[in-house]
């Protein structure tokens, strides 16, 4: 099998790998020596203060999920925040419509208490056409039948 002119042969590749290899060991030995410098005691004593200290990295380990809490915290309300303002804009707007249909049925309501006033300025002898009485605004507007007369009664004449 012959190898193609672009692809460098298995000896090739050996080579590189040997070159780097002689290339690592001559940066190896041109590092200083390592030496131990503690003493068993040194060890000693660092590990009896490491274990000392432990109660206070667990503190601070607590603390600092205190003061990430309300980060993380604060992050999620201004990530929700979008949300609510739409959510508000949208119950912002039903309101108004509220708002709007309560003016209409008032108007309605005084167009209505209008006419029965002028109908019942037209009765004699004070009696009157229709009444008018609380609640809601067409829902209780009874009319009475004048008589003699074919009058209408209930709301459903304004339909």
């Not at 002119?5 to 590189?16: A, F, G, V, W």
């Not at 503690?38 to 660092?46: G, N, P």
Request: net charge positive; glycine share 8%; proline share 5%.
């Amino acid at each position: 099998m012959r190898s193609s002119p672009n692809k460098p042969s298995d000896r090739e590749h050996l080579r590189q790998w040997q070159q780097q290899l002689t290339h690592a060991e001559q940066k190896l030995n041109t590092l200083a020596a390592i030496t131990l410098t503690l003493t068993a005691d040194e060890v000693a004593s660092a590990l009896a203060q490491h274990a000392e200290q432990r109660p206070l990295r667990q503190r601070l380990v607590a603390l600092h999920g205190q003061i990430v809490s309300p980060t993380k915290t604060s992050g999620a309300v201004n990530g929700h925040y979008p949300n609510v303002t739409l959510e508000q804009t949208q119950r912002n707007v039903a309101l108004n419509e509220m708002r709007q249909r309560y003016k209409e049925k008032t108007q309605q309501l005084a167009d209505v208490k209008t006419i029965c006033e002028q109908g019942s300025a037209h009765q004699n002898a004070g009696s009157p056409a229709c009444t008018v009485t609380g609640g809601s605004a067409l829902s209780t507007l009874w009319f009475h039948q004048p008589p003699g007369g074919r009058g209408v009664s209930g709301a459903g004449a304004w339909r």
